[in-house]
């Protein structure tokens, strides 16, 4: 694509990289037991000290709290668990004030049922919000398949559309090809679903001029129903895009797609590329095509990165250029290292496995992501009662783990009124102590971060190129810049010895080990021989005299 026709993004995102922070399960500042902003205001200097510059933040607005705080009863203030809505402007300001950026999390497409404008919504009588939902326009009458809905809710003769559990009722956009017998499925270009996009930009304004950096957005791909080919949801998220071009050119757009051909190209600056329903990097690290989106990171045998050996990179790699040479030059693609929605990264494995997946994942273009605790290598907590909606992902909800006083430092209150009980194994990682060792894990996410900004090729921006990526071989290399200037990757996570032989993109190239490996690399031309130990990983700068 010509430069001048690409559409433009925010310059910060070609160095950024991101830390994901459950609010509750952070840092409690007030001992109440409960994450809170100024417990996180508390922590940014960590943040910063790790190499990340941009935090996303879970849902911190009015809620009852069904499904932690993804089920908003009032978008315009913070929870006052967390709070005020001082404190969330005050940690604009101190993050604004050591160069990091803030960025919310939007869940643009249901609220509560206890937001008031559901509340209006149930009512019999027509009003302003009767229409801002979806209903049918019977208790006898079924929303089409593949829609949810709850039955008999409230005085009004219908049934609600949900998207998730049955107290997050669906916004109205509506319908991508509304069925002419059934009137209730309106346009997209109804009043009520028009008047929900126009609420939906006053939100972002209102914590936009207040200091915030952006919006990730809950569920992006789900607010235009029975959109098929999703081109009503990306001519929506277009529009979106079009009044932070005008209005906020340096604030962000970021997906929970998965699908970054689509909501890239419709309008998001970064779409993740982890699970819903994409078998190809749900079997980098679990055996089977993704299934369970909770167990995502499961180690089950025969996944890419399992110590087994057996898995094949071309079943992640193929899907991944796809979407890598629909994106280029338009927005990022992120291989995050995990979230609060899916089985930790460190589930399985141990601190050799974890290096070199983060050696894979902080090497990739596009815009990394912690989720915070994965850089301690924190686990998943098994056998947890659910918490706030979370089920099986509430084991990856746990509070951080900062050190070894009483409840790892998070929390001041009793161990019993924790918002989740702390890791019980009494050799938990902490920040502490790997802070205190070079060979840790928290360590080497520290130089990986680093050598991004350092090593151009290796930042979010710049080719990509396997160099060995055969099916169901080992290791998989690639080269990341210029053909001249640039670096290789190797991951071997298999538990024996691997070789193998590739081409270089020039010849002449002098390398040069970035970090301290055992793997050996011999290069005559443009051919490379490369010897890597069981489980291991290598960063070789490659370029030629001369290049810069």
């Not at 459950?22 to 000290?49: A, C, M, T």
């Not at 089985?343 to 496995?353: H, N, P, S, Y």
């Amino acid at each position: 694509m010509p430069a001048a026709s690409r559409p433009r993004t925010p310059a910060w995102l070609r160095t950024a990289a991101f830390y994901e922070v459950y609010p509750q399960s952070f840092q409690d500042s007030d001992g109440d037991g409960i994450g809170d902003l100024p417990g996180l205001i508390g922590r940014l200097d960590y943040i910063r000290s790790l190499g990340c510059d941009a935090l996303w933040l879970n849902p911190c607005f009015v809620s009852p709290f069904g499904d932690a705080g993804y089920d908003v009863a009032d978008f315009y203030h913070v929870a006052p668990r967390y709070g005020t809505d001082a404190d969330l402007e005050r940690l604009f300001t101190e993050a604004h004030a050591r160069g990091m950026k803030v960025c919310l999390d939007l869940v643009a497409g249901h609220t509560s049922t206890e937001h008031p404008w559901f509340q209006a919504s149930a009512r019999a009588g027509k009003n302003e919000f009767t229409d801002r939902y979806i209903w049918t326009d019977s208790v006898w009458r079924s929303a089409p398949a593949g829609l949810s809905q709850i039955n008999g809710y409230g005085e009004r003769d219908g049934n609600y559309v949900t998207n998730f559990f049955h107290f997050q009722p669906a916004l109205n956009y509506g319908f991508a090809r509304p069925d002419p017998a059934q009137p209730w499925q309106l346009p997209v270009d109804h009043p009520a679903c028009r008047a929900n996009r126009e609420e939906m930009k006053r939100i972002m304004r209102h914590w936009l001029d207040r200091g915030a950096d952006g919006f990730r957005v809950d569920m992006a791909s789900s607010l235009v129903k029975g959109d098929t080919d999703f081109a009503a949801t990306m001519a929506l998220w277009a529009e979106m895009r079009a009044m932070y071009d005008t209005e906020y050119p340096e604030a962000v757009l970021i997906a929970e797609w998965s699908d970054p051909a689509r909501a890239i190209l419709g309008g998001f600056h970064i779409d993740f590329l982890i699970h819903f329903n994409h078998p190809g990097y749900s079997t980098l690290f679990r055996a089977e095509p993704h299934r369970d989106l909770f167990q995502f990171f499961r180690d089950m045998g025969g996944s890419y990165f399992d110590r087994a050996g057996r898995g094949d990179i071309r079943v992640f790699l193929d899907h991944y250029l796809e979407h890598l040479r629909a994106t280029e030059g338009r927005g990022f693609i992120s291989l995050p290292t995990g979230n609060h929605d899916i089985m930790r990264l460190a589930r399985g494995r141990d601190a050799a496995d974890l290096a070199v997946c983060f050696a894979f994942l902080l090497t990739l273009p596009g815009v990394p992501y912690l989720y915070a605790g994965d850089e301690i290598g924190q686990r998943y907590v098994d056998g947890l009662v659910s918490k706030e909606g979370g089920y099986n992902r509430t084991g990856s909800r746990t509070p951080m783990q900062w050190d070894a006083s009483p409840n790892a430092g998070f929390s001041t209150a009793p161990a019993e009124a924790l918002y989740l009980p702390i890791d019980p194994a009494p050799d938990r990682p902490t920040v502490a102590a790997q802070e205190a060792d070079p060979a840790s894990l928290l360590s080497l996410v520290r130089r990986l971060l680093a050598l991004r900004r350092e090593v151009p090729a290796l930042g979010n921006t710049g080719p990509f190129v396997p160099l060995h990526a055969e099916p169901k071989a080992y290791p998989f290399v690639y080269w990341r810049g210029e053909d001249k200037d640039g670096a290789i990757v190797a991951v071997n996570p298999a538990d024996r010895e691997v070789r193998c032989a590739f081409t270089l993109p020039a010849a002449g190239l002098t390398t040069t080990p970035l970090l301290p490996t055992g793997a050996t690399l011999q290069v005559a031309g443009t051919r490379a021989d490369l010897v890597m130990p069981p489980v291991s990983w290598a960063i070789y700068r490659g370029r030629q005299t001369g290049s810069r």
